[in-house]
Nanobody, 121 residues
Framework: QVQLVESGGGLVQPGGSLTLSCVAS????????MGWYRQAPGKQRDLVAT???????VYANSVKGRFTITRDNTKNTVYLQMNSLKPEDTAIYYC???????????????WGKGTLVTVSS
């Protein structure tokens, strides 16, 4: 139905930068919100950032001023630019999209399989 392919994860030094990408494909006409969530070892999956189809953004307090979420609707792609990375940013990062579904009367949510970001010296 809908597939999300994430890329850009890897190992980065503290203070470094990394950009994650997520490309959505499949059977949909449009995408509402797109976002990134993360799950650190032993913790819950938490919101990192979201962006509406109109470009409105929401960030977790822990990443404000360091991360930037953007989207390219022509490519069905959402990006997460991560700067000034800290060891506590280490987590599996999951792409998320919200797709309207008129047939069932509510949007559907899809998740990527995750990409690991490790911030360490």
């Amino acid at each position: 139905q809908v597939q999300l392919v994430e890329s850009g994860g890897g190992l980065v030094q503290p203070g470094g930068s990394l950009t994650l990408s997520c490309v959505a494909s499949g059977n949909f006409f449009s995408i509402n919100a797109m976002g990134w969530y993360r799950q650190a070892p032993g913790k819950q999956r938490d919101l990192v950032a979201t962006i509406s189809n109109g470009g409105d953004t929401v960030y977790a307090n822990s990443v404000k001023g360091r991360f930037t979420i953007t989207r390219d609707n022509t490519k069905n792609t959402v990006y997460l630019q991560m700067n000034s990375l800290k060891p506590e940013d280490t987590a599996i990062y999951y792409c998320n999209i919200n797709v309207p579904n008129a047939l069932i009367g509510r949007p559907m949510v899809y998740w990527g399989k995750g990409t690991l970001v490790t911030v360490s010296s």
